[in-house]
């Protein structure tokens, strides 16, 4: 797998990865080796008021590598648990 620039990887949409490069995610290897929960809570800190749940949910389909619209509730689920708990 290359490493692409954030801005390059499908799925993710300029404005994401403008703020992706702003909390230092500036490549694809970035955001698999730290996660999606940590990649949301990194955004979240930083925009509180403009990062939804729809990021974690984009950030997830990019590092498993499918749409946005199969990541399932029982996913979504446990993504709010990690969330929750703290432990990404």
């Not at 702003?22 to 008021?49: C, M, N, Q, T």
Request: contains cysteine; charged residues 30%.
């Amino acid at each position: 797998m290359s490493d692409r620039p954030i801005r390059l990887v499908p799925g993710i949409g300029p404005t994401t990865a403008g703020w992706l490069e702003a909390v230092d995610i500036r490549f694809e290897s970035d955001l698999r080796r730290i996660g999606a929960v940590e990649a949301y809570w990194r955004l979240k800190h930083r925009d509180p008021d403009r990062v939804s749940l729809n990021a974690l949910w984009c950030l997830y389909a990019v590092i498993e590598d499918i749409p946005m619209r199969a990541v399932d509730a029982e996913t979504k689920s446990r993504l709010r648990a990690q969330l929750d708990s703290g432990n990404p």
